[in-house]
C-alpha cells in the first residue's frame, strides 16, 4: 500500500521552497517571449526533433586505470567525507576530447550546467566546482532567484579555465521557470540541471548513458522515488500517450530542445502562475517519453532552506501531475495536426532499457533486463481518475515490489562495494534473462568473482558470458576454469561466491581475422553481461562483482 509517511523527508524541499513568492509580471513578459519563441520552435526547429538518436559513441581515450588504489571508494559514498569525496573524483574523460576539432569526430557532447541560486550559496559554489571538473560540462549558467543577493564571478573561484561561467543575477524570483528559461539560453545543444541541494556524484556514468541515447531525459534519484515513479507514468497507446514523471534536482541531461518545445507549450496553456512556479512537474510529463531513470543513493547538501512545512505539499504534486496528464491526453486525443505534444516514442523503448544504476566508484553502471516493476503499459490510463492515487493503485494491484522490498534489494545494492547489501531480481530469471556492467571506458578484463547471499556453486554453469563494444554486436565468451576455492572473507561461507576466468578476446575466438589481432581495440569492451540459460526456482541475489581489480 502506498503509505505516504515512507517518503523521505528529503523529498518535498524540492517544491516547497519554491510555494512561497508573489509577483508574476515579469513572468507574463517572459511568457509572451515565450510565445514568440514557440512559433520559432514550431517552423525553424522542429525538424531536428526527428532526427537520428542513436548517436554513436566512439573510442574514447583510455586514461589511467587505477581503480584498485581507489580505496576511497571502499566505502558508501553516503557516509564518508563530503570534502573528500568531491576531491577524489576525477572524471575519465580530459578536456582535450571536448576541443570543438575532437567533438566533431568523437561524438563526444559538451554539455551546458544550468543551475538556480536561492539561498544555498556554500552549496551552490560546491556544486560549481565539483561539476567544472568535468570536461563535458563546457558552460555554466547561473540563474540568481534571490534579489536580495547578488552573485559575482569572483564568487566562484573556478579552478577549470576552459568553463565559461555565466550569471544571471534576477530581480524576480522566477522559480522552476527560470531553470527552462536559461536553458533556452545555452551554447550548447543539452543542459545538465542540478540543484544546490544535492550532489550527483555519479556524473561519468550518467553522462555515458546520455552519450547513448542524448534524445531522452536522463535523471537520476533515490531507489525509493524511483519506485514512486513508477507508478506515476501514464500510457495508453491508442491515444499515444507515453509520458512519466521525474524530478531533475539530483542531476539530469536534458535536450535543449525539449526544454525549447516545453517553453512554447508553457506559452500555450497559459498556467496560472501557481502553477507556473511548479513547472517542474510538467515538463518531463509534457515530454511525452519516460525519461531515462537511474536509481542509486544520493548524496545530499545542506537542505536547510528547502523544507517548508506550511503547504501541504503532496496534495500539490498530485493536483499538478494530474493537470499535466489530462491536458497532455486531451491534446492528444484530439486528433488534428496538432504539434503541440510529440506523439511518437522515442526508442529505446521502455522494454528495451536494461541501465539501472551508476556504480558507486562512478567507473561503471550495473545492467539487467530484470525489472521488478510492471510495465508502464500494463496500466492504461483514460483520463477518468480525480486523483493520481487512482492510478497508483492500479500499479499496486499488481505485483508491485514493497518500499521495504526496494529500500533492501535496488539495483545499486549489487555495486556498492558492500558485500553485505545484495541486489534481488525479485523476478525468478528465466532463460535469457542477464545482469552484467557497462563500462565508462572500455575494458578487458579476464576474472569475475559473484558475491551472492545464497549457496550459488552451481551458478556458473547457468549462464554465459558475453561481452560487446557497442552494446548492439556481442560474442560469446570462453569460460577458462572454474571455481576454485576461494577464501574470500570469513564472513561470507566460500559456497556464496563464484569465481570464473573467462577470455572475450577475439584473437582467441577467431584465428581468421588477422586484422584483429593487431588492433588491440577488439580486445576491450564497454559492456559485459552474464545470460542465463537456465529457468530459476527461485529469484536470485547479487551482492558484489569483482572483475580483476576492479570491485563494485
Ligand atoms: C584499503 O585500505 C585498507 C586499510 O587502510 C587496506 O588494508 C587495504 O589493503 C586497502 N585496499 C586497497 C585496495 O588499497
Ligand atoms: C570541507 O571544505 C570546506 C571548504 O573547502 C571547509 O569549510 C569544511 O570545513 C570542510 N569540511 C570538512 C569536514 O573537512
Ligand atoms: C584548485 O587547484 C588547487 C591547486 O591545484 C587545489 O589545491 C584546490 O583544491 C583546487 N580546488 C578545487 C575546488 O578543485
Ligand atoms: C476508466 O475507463 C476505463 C476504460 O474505459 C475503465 O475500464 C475504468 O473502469 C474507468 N474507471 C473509472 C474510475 O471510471
Ligand atoms: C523457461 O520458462 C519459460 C516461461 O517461463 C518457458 O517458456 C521456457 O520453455 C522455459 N525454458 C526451459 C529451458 O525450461
Known amino acids: 500500500m502506498f503509505n505516504k509517511t515512507r517518503i523521505p523527508s528529503t523529498l518535498p524541499h524540492y517544491y516547497g521552497r519554491r ?17 514568440l519563441l514557440s ?40 557516509k564518508i567525507n563530503l570534502n573528500d569525496t568531491i576531491n577524489s573524483r576525477v572524471s575519465v574523460f580530459n578536456k582535450e576530447q571536448f576541443t ?25 559554489q560546491v556544486v560549481v566546482n565539483f561539476i567544472s571538473k568535468y570536461p ?90 524511483h519506485l ?25 541531461f536534458i535536450p535543449r530542445i525539449k526544454v525549447q518545445r516545453f517553453l512554447g ?60 496528464v489530462q491536458k497532455l491526453y486531451t491534446a492528444l486525443a484530439v486528433n488534428t495536426g496538432s504539434e503541440q505534444f510529440e506523439r511518437q516514442e522515442e526508442k529505446p523503448y521502455y522494454l528495451d532499457r536494461d541501465v539501472r544504476t551508476p556504480c558507486i566508484n562512478d567507473k561503471c553502471l550495473f545492467i539487467t533486463n530484470i525489472d521488478p516493476f510492471p510495465q508502464p503499459s500494463s496500466v492504461c490510463y483514460a483520463n477518468n481518475i480525480t486523483h493520481v492515487r487512482e492510478h497508483e493503485a492500479e500499479f499496486n494491484a499488481l505485483d508491485f515490489p514493497s ?13 556498492d562495494l558492500d558485500l553485505n547489501t545484495c541486489w534481488n531480481s525479485f523476478k525468478k530469471p528465466k532463460v535469457d534473462d542477464y545482469f552484467g556492467l557497462q563500462f565508462v571506458e572500455p575494458q578487458n578484463f579476464h576474472k569475475i568473482t559473484i ?33 576454485e576455492k576461494i577464501k574470500f572473507s570469513s564472513i561470507i561461507p566460500p559456497n556464496h561466491v563464484v569465481a570464473i576466468n573467462f577470455n572475450c578476446d577475439i584473437k582467441k575466438k577467431n584465428h581468421e581475422s588477422l586484422e584483429n589481432l593487431e588492433n588491440p581495440e577488439n580486445m576491450e569492451y564497454r559492456y559485459i553481461k552474464f545470460q542465463i540459460v537456465r529457468n530459476f526456482t527461485e529469484p536470485f541475489e547479487i551482492c558484489s562483482l569483482i572483475l580483476d581489480g576492479l570491485s563494485v
Not at 509534457?286 to 536509481?295: E, F, I, K, V
Not at 549457496?455 to 577458462?480: A, E, M, P, T, V
Request: charged share 25%.
Open 39 to 78: 512559433s520559432f520552435y514550431f517552423t525553424i526547429l522542429k525538424p531536428w526533433v526527428e532526427s537520428d538518436d542513436s548517436r554513436i559513441i566512439s573510442k574514447i581515450d583510455s586514461s589511467t586505470k587505477n581503480d584498485a588504489s581507489d580505496n576511497n571508494s571502499a566505502q558508501k559514498s553516503w
Open 451 to 483: 558475491v551472492s547471499s545464497k549457496d550459488i556453486s552451481n551458478f556458473d554453469i547457468s549462464f554465459i558470458i558475453k561481452s560487446s563494444l557497442d552494446g548492439q554486436n556481442w560474442r560469446i565468451c570462453d569460460k577458462i576454469s572454474s571455481s
Open 228 to 252: 514512486e515513479h513508477r507508478r506515476w507514468m501514464f500510457s495508453n497507446n491508442d491515444k499515444n500517450l507515453h509520458t512519466g514523471f521525474t524530478w531533475l534536482g539530483c542531476g539530469s
Open 265 to 324: 507549450q508553457i506559452g500555450l496553456y497559459s498556467l496560472e502562475k501557481e502553477r507556473l512556479r511548479l513547472v517542474d512537474m510538467y515538463f518531463s510529463l509534457w515530454t511525452n517519453q519516460y525519461p531515462y531513470q537511474l536509481s542509486n543513493p544520493l548524496t545530499t547538501l545542506d537542505q536547510s532552506e528547502g523544507w517548508s512545512n506550511s503547504v501541504d505539499q503532496w496534495a500539490v504534486v498530485y493536483g499538478n501531475i494530474l493537470d499535466a
Open 136 to 225: 563535458y560540462i563546457k558552460e555554466i549558467l547561473i540563474w540568481n532567484n534571490n534579489d536580495k543577493i547578488r552573485l559575482h564571478k569572483q564568487d566562484f573561484r573556478l579552478n577549470n579555465t576552459e568553463v565559461r561561467l555565466k550569471i544571471f543575477n534576477s530581480d524576480e524570483n522566477l522559480h522552476d521557470l527560470s531553470k527552462y528559461t536559461t536553458c533556452a539560453m545555452a551554447k550548447y545543444d543539452y543542459c545538465y540541471f542540478q540543484d544546490d541541494d544535492w550532489l550527483n556524484l555519479y556524473m561519468d556514468s550518467i553522462y555515458t548513458n546520455f552519450l547513448r541515447y542524448p534524445n531522452l531525459i536522463h535523471s537520476n534519484t533515490m531507489p525509493i522515488i
Open 19 to 35: 510555494l512561497l513568492s508573489r509577483r508574476n509580471n515579469f513572468i507574463r513578459l517572459t511568457l509572451a517571449a515565450l510565445l
Open 100 to 124: 570543438d576539432e575532437a567533438i566533431k569526430k568523437n561524438g563526444l557532447i559538451p554539455v551546458t550546467a544550468v543551475l538556480i541560486g536561492w539561498k544555498r550559496m556554500e552549496s551552490l
Open 403 to 415: 518500499n521495504e522490498f526496494w529500500n533492501k534489494h535496488a539495483y545499486h545494492k549489487a555495486v
